[in-house]
C-alpha cells in the first residue's frame, strides 16, 4: 500500500507539474501560425500565456486592428476546433467576437459586435468622395470555409453614403440597412437606404475563389445627383438607375 500510494502521488506531482507547464505556456507560442500568413499579418509583440493573452499593434495586409486580445477555451481543444473570445480595441475594426476553427478551414464566428471605420479601410472613394463614416455589423451566426458560405446570419447599418448625401445639398444622413445570407456558396449581402437624396438598393455577392458581384438600384432625389451617378457608371432604366460590377477581392479595403 505504501508502494502504490508513493506511485500514486507521483503520477498526481507529475500531472500538475504538466498542467501547471501547459497553463503558463506564453502567448508567444502562436507566433509561427502568424507567420504562415504569408506576410499578410504583423504585429509589433505578443504577451500573456496561449490561454490569455493579447497581439500587440496587430495588421491585416496594412489595415490596423490594433490590440487584439483573446481568451481560448480549453474544452473545444477536445474537439479539435479551437474556440476563443476575440477582442479587438484601437484600430479600424473595434468590437468582440466568439471565434472558432475546424476541418476544412472552416472559421465560425457567432455573437459578435463591430464596428468599422470606413475611412481608415477603404481604399477607393464613392462618387468623387473620400470614404467617410462606419459599418456596424452584428453577427448571430456565421460560417465559411474553403467551400464557401456555410450558414450566415447578420445584420448590418452603414452611414457610408451620408457623406455624398450632404456634398449635393440632399440632408445631413443617408442610413443603409441590410443583413447576410448565404446563396449557395456565396455569402450574400442586401441593404436598402432612404433619405432626402432619395433611396438606394444594394446587392452584394461574394464567392469561395473571392469573385465578386454587385449591384445597384439609385432612385435620387435632384439633377446634380442623377448626373453624378450617370457620371460614374449607372444607367438609366425606366425612371430609376442602375448599376452592375464584377471582380476579384484583392485584401482588406478593396
Same mark, same amino acid.
Given at each position: 500500500?505504501? !508502494?502504490?500510494?508513493?506511485?500514486?502521488?507521483? #503520477?498526481?506531482?507529475?500531472?500538475?507539474?504538466?498542467?501547471?507547464? *501547459?497553463?503558463?505556456?506564453?502567448?508567444?507560442?502562436?507566433?509561427?501560425?502568424?507567420?504562415?500568413?504569408?506576410?499578410?499579418?504583423?504585429?509589433?509583440?505578443?504577451?500573456?500565456?496561449?490561454?490569455?493573452?493579447?497581439?500587440?499593434?496587430?495588421?491585416?495586409?496594412?489595415?490596423?486592428?490594433? &490590440?487584439?486580445?483573446?481568451?481560448?477555451?480549453?474544452?473545444?481543444? #477536445?474537439?479539435?476546433?479551437?474556440?476563443?473570445?476575440? %477582442?479587438? $480595441?484601437? !484600430?479600424?475594426?473595434?468590437?468582440?467576437?466568439?471565434?472558432?476553427?475546424?476541418?476544412?478551414?472552416? #472559421?465560425?464566428?457567432?455573437?459578435?459586435?463591430?464596428?468599422? %471605420?470606413?475611412?481608415?479601410?477603404?481604399?477607393?472613394?464613392?462618387?468623387?468622395?473620400?470614404?467617410?463614416?462606419?459599418?456596424?455589423?452584428?453577427?448571430? &451566426?456565421?460560417?465559411?470555409? $474553403?467551400?464557401?458560405?456555410?450558414?450566415?446570419?447578420?445584420? *448590418?447599418?452603414?452611414? #457610408?453614403?451620408?457623406?455624398?448625401?450632404?456634398?449635393? @445639398?440632399?440632408?445631413?444622413?443617408?442610413?443603409?440597412?441590410?443583413?447576410?445570407?448565404? %446563396?449557395?456558396?456565396?455569402?450574400?449581402?442586401?441593404?436598402? @437606404?432612404?433619405?432626402?437624396?432619395?433611396?438606394?438598393?444594394?446587392?452584394?455577392?461574394?464567392?469561395?475563389?473571392?469573385?465578386?458581384?454587385?449591384?445597384?438600384?439609385?432612385?435620387?432625389?435632384?439633377? %446634380? *445627383?442623377?448626373?453624378?451617378?450617370?457620371?460614374?457608371?449607372?444607367?438609366?432604366?425606366?425612371?430609376?438607375? *442602375?448599376?452592375?460590377?464584377? @471582380?476579384?477581392?484583392?485584401?482588406?479595403?478593396?
Amino acid at each position: 500500500m505504501t !508502494g502504490l500510494r508513493r506511485f500514486s502521488l507521483g #503520477v498526481i506531482g507529475a500531472a500538475v507539474f504538466v498542467a501547471t507547464l *501547459i497553463a503558463s505556456a506564453p502567448a508567444s507560442l502562436i507566433a509561427p501560425a502568424l507567420a504562415s500568413s504569408g506576410g499578410r499579418v504583423h504585429y509589433a509583440g505578443i504577451e500573456g500565456t496561449i490561454w490569455r493573452g493579447r497581439i500587440l499593434g496587430a495588421q491585416v495586409e496594412h489595415v490596423s486592428l490594433g &490590440d487584439v486580445a483573446f481568451r481560448l477555451s480549453p474544452l473545444s481543444l #477536445v474537439t479539435l476546433s479551437p474556440r476563443a473570445t476575440v %477582442d479587438l $480595441a484601437g !484600430g479600424a475594426v473595434v468590437g468582440d467576437a466568439d471565434v472558432a476553427v475546424g476541418f476544412g478551414r472552416r #472559421v465560425h464566428v457567432r455573437d459578435a459586435k463591430l464596428a468599422f %471605420d470606413l475611412a481608415r479601410l477603404a481604399r477607393r472613394g464613392i462618387l468623387g468622395e473620400a470614404v467617410t463614416g462606419r459599418a456596424d455589423l452584428t453577427v448571430r &451566426d456565421l460560417m465559411f470555409g $474553403a467551400d464557401g458560405c456555410v450558414r450566415a446570419d447578420a445584420d *448590418i447599418w452603414t452611414d #457610408v453614403l451620408s457623406a455624398q448625401a450632404r456634398r449635393y @445639398g440632399q440632408g445631413d444622413e443617408f442610413p443603409m440597412v441590410g443583413a447576410a445570407a448565404c %446563396d449557395g456558396a456565396r455569402l450574400a449581402l442586401s441593404m436598402n @437606404g432612404e433619405g432626402d437624396a432619395g433611396a438606394a438598393a444594394l446587392e452584394i455577392s461574394v464567392a469561395p475563389d473571392y469573385t465578386y458581384e454587385i449591384s445597384a438600384t439609385a432612385q435620387p432625389v435632384g439633377d %446634380d *445627383i442623377v448626373a453624378a451617378l450617370l457620371y460614374f457608371g449607372f444607367e438609366n432604366d425606366n425612371g430609376a438607375l *442602375i448599376y452592375g460590377s464584377t @471582380g476579384v477581392l484583392s485584401g482588406a479595403g478593396s
